[in-house]
């Protein structure tokens, strides 16, 4: 008997919209896979199919193919935690947005997937329900903030899932799983009903088994939203990626990108690659973006300034934990303090430290005016390139554990992700090969709103390299 979670999400919409695949069938068979999930990638599954899960003579877009949601998305009467224990057990009473805009396309809720804490973090070890593990190595981390979600696409357990993009969060743990993670323009999706940690950061996108995949679900998750001010409606549509050639395109390498910080094997992939572009027709050449090596910098004063402030609702007063004391001042710490897990905490207390008198204009106001600065870089470079390709992280996976006790380690694994999340601009992850056995993710970003190239640039590179992601799955 075929396994039907072999097949890619298009694969079995299409299968669905013939009438070849029953969508109840295929939502019990990944039912069973999640529920099953030894790699604590979930924090709640489905108990059952719903109704109807797009069967029928005019299936939805997405046809009834099953969706996993990363836990920062509120979902009505379902578990949402956003990895924290300060919302343990917390139901909320309406779905964000973009989850409601999928299940009206046809895309159930098979579960909730683990993550960072308040997704603060790059490799799933802030969770306050645990690690999760990477199906590639099971002693190593599968990424973060959306690792669960990362690591039950690459295992088989779901067809495809949504993650989060702060500074890098959904294409770094692509790229150590060895799927494909698209972050969207800043905008272009709402934010509503997301559990929010940096407000003028924070994008939802995809996490797929291929890249046509990413571009099915995106397609259904755009749109003005008057309940998010930020939300912009998408200028063109999104069409399913095709054509296995690059001519005419122009790839931007960083000058500044040599090697140095890379690992050795990452790097080699990275450079293959670009080889591998040359050879379907693209032409490749060196850009200046002087200001993006002070994006970290910049980035860890803004988000944790952001987030001091989104999280000073969790007080233990409306909603989540609450910790007994004798006065209202000591629920407000205790709640907070045994709530909070320690990166949220550091985070917290630094950005608020960057908000305070004296400081604001010396660390918020600075950081600020670099990523002004970031986002001319970008501008600037896009007049000469089409799109700017570099490694996703550069490292593959590393050992549980191994990070964990330097904050400043860990935040450097976003080096080639954050100052793209800081100009707003989308980027995709695409895996490239194997480094020491495990997953590498090559970048690919362009201007605003240029989703549709991305996608289509990435095929063509995806159809070339012809990664194998079987040893991934459980």
């Excluded at 999930?37 to 199919?49: F, G, I, Q």
């Excluded at 000058?255 to 591998?276: I, N, Q, S, W």
């Excluded at 601009?425 to 970048?443: E, K, R, T, W, Y």
Aim: hydrophobic share 40%; proline share 7%.
């Amino acid at each position: 008997m075929t396994d039907l979670t072999t097949l890619t999400a298009k694969q079995a919409a299409d299968a669905i919209g013939t009438g070849d695949l029953d969508a109840t069938e295929l939502f019990e068979a990944y039912r069973a896979k999640a529920t099953a999930d030894d790699l604590n990638a979930y924090t709640w599954v489905a108990e059952a199919a719903p109704a109807r899960a797009g069967n029928g003579s005019a299936p939805a877009p997405l046809a009834g193919v099953p969706l996993a949601v990363k836990d920062l998305f509120c979902t009505a009467g379902v578990p949402s935690q956003a990895g924290s224990r300060i919302l343990e057990g917390y139901l909320p009473p309406y779905t964000a947005t973009v989850v409601d805009q999928l299940a009206a396309a046809g895309a159930p809720l098979l579960a909730k997937t683990n993550q960072d804490e308040f997704a603060m973090g790059s490799s799933n070890e802030n969770s306050g329900y645990g690690p999760t593990l990477n199906p590639w190595d099971r002693t190593r981390i599968p990424g973060g903030s959306s690792g669960g979600s990362s690591a039950a696409v690459a295992s088989g357990s779901a067809p495809w899932a949504l993650g989060t993009d702060t500074g890098g969060s959904i294409r770094q743990p692509a790229a150590m799983t060895g799927i494909v993670g698209l972050k969207p323009t800043y905008g272009s999706v709402s934010r509503y009903g997301m559990i929010a940690f940096a407000s003028s950061l924070d994008q939802a996108g995809p996490l797929t088994r291929d890249v046509t995949d990413a571009a099915l679900l995106y397609g259904q998750m755009t749109g003005r939203d008057p309940r998010d001010s930020t939300s912009l409606q998408h200028p063109d549509a999104i069409a399913l990626p095709s054509g296995d050639r690059l001519d005419g395109i122009v790839l931007g390498v960083p000058d500044t990108l040599t090697g140095e910080g890379v690992e050795p094997g990452v790097f080699a992939r990275f450079e293959e690659t670009l080889k591998l572009a040359e050879s379907l027709g693209a032409t490749i050449r060196r850009v200046s973006l002087p200001h993006t090596e002070y994006g970290i910098s910049a980035y860890y004063v803004i988000a944790p300034a952001e987030a001091s402030s989104n999280l000073a609702r969790f007080d233990g007063v409306r909603y989540g934990r609450r910790v007994e004391a004798d006065d209202l001042v000591s629920m407000y710490t205790r709640t907070r303090h045994d709530g909070f897990g320690d990166e949220v905490k550091r985070r917290i207390m630094l950005g608020t430290y960057a908000l305070s008198s004296g400081y604001y204009d010396a660390f918020y106001g600075k950081a600020q005016r670099v990523r002004t600065k970031i986002a001319e870089d970008y501008k600037n470079a896009f007049a000469d390139v089409d799109l700017i390709v570099t490694p996703t992280a550069p490292n593959v996976a590393w050992e549980l554990g191994a990070k964990s006790a330097d904050p400043l380690a860990m935040y450097l694994e976003d080096l080639f992700t954050v100052p793209i999340s800081l100009a707003g601009l989308p980027a995709i992850s695409i895996p490239n090969g194997l480094s020491d056995n495990l997953p590498v993710g090559f970048q690919i970003a362009g201007p605003a709103f240029s989703e549709n190239a991305i996608l289509g640039a990435a095929y063509a590179l995806e159809q070339a390299i012809g990664f194998d992601a079987t040893p991934g799955r459980v």
